[in-house]
Antibody, heavy 121, light 107 residues
Framework: QVQLVQSGAEVKKPGASVKVSCEASGYTFTSYYMHWVRQAPGQGLEWLGIINPSGGSTTYAQKFQGRVTMTRDTSTSTVYMELSSLRSEDTAVYYC??????????????WGQGTTVTVAS | DIQMTQSPSSLSASVGDRVTITCRASQSISNYLSWYQQKPGKAPKLLIYAASSLQSGVPSRFSGSGSGTDFTLTISSLQPEDFATYYCQQSYSTPYTFGQGTKLEIK
């Protein structure tokens, strides 16, 4: 079945970087955009950006420009999200989510299980 | 950025009730509106896409309507498993923003 499996929880110090992976299976990896969304403790959902697994093109939310990098490895059907210059406000659960259709402006039909990133000194 | 505003922020209801949650966009988003359900400690689950299309496997008691700036999610007869937090989200333009959420609690 279609699923996204993310890497495990991370604890980082302020100023460090974190790289979260998301391995896709059960569908044609390069045919559907992938998004990254985060959720701070007790808060709502926040979109970080999108990657086209086919060509690797990306669009990031302005808020994260310069700090976030999304990449993909088509040989392993995996997308990555790296966030740098971490601060305490980046403590959150990070999700990857697959586009429902083969176009960017679409709903997110399959979500990863989430990766908890904790930023603390 | 397009702002998405949900109302109410929280709602108490009983099993069997009909419930409506509204979502308003700060500008027209056509029908690029989705609804998600999230339970504690779990990833969100897609319920409705393109404002009114029911995602595969989602019970028919869930329905969505609206276009432009005003949208609604309706649950026709609440079931115990429906008590959760609901989010709307626009995919008209980046950043793809979410509403603040509506927490549906048991009365």
């Amino acid at each position: 079945q279609v699923q996204l499996v993310q890497s495990g929880a991370e604890v980082k110090k302020p100023g460090a970087s974190v790289k979260v992976s998301c391995e896709a299976s059960g569908y044609t990896f390069t045919s559907y955009y992938m998004h990254w969304v985060r959720q701070a403790p007790g808060q709502g959902l926040e979109w970080l950006g999108i990657i086209n697994p086919s060509g690797g093109s990306t669009t990031y939310a302005q808020k994260f420009q310069g700090r976030v990098t999304m990449t993909r490895d088509t040989s392993t059907s995996t997308v990555y999200m790296e966030l740098s210059s971490l601060r305490s406000e980046d403590t959150a659960v990070y999700y990857c989510a697959k586009s429902l259709t083969m176009s960017a402006p679409a709903a997110f039909d399959i979500w990863g299980q989430g990766t908890t990133v904790t930023v603390a000194s | 950025d397009i702002q998405m505003t949900q109302s109410p922020s929280s709602l108490s209801a009983s099993v069997g009730d009909r419930v409506t949650i509204t979502c308003r966009a700060s500008q027209s988003i056509s029908n690029y509106l989705s609804w998600y359900q999230q339970k504690p400690g779990k990833a969100p689950k897609l319920l409705i896409y393109a404002a009114s299309s029911l995602q595969s496997g989602v019970p028919s008691r869930f329905s969505g309507s609206g276009s432009g700036t005003d949208f609604t999610l309706t649950i026709s007869s609440l079931q115990p498993e429906d008590f959760a937090t609901y989010y709307c989200q626009q995919s008209y333009s980046t950043p793809y923003t979410f509403g603040q959420g509506t927490k549906l609690e048991i009365k």
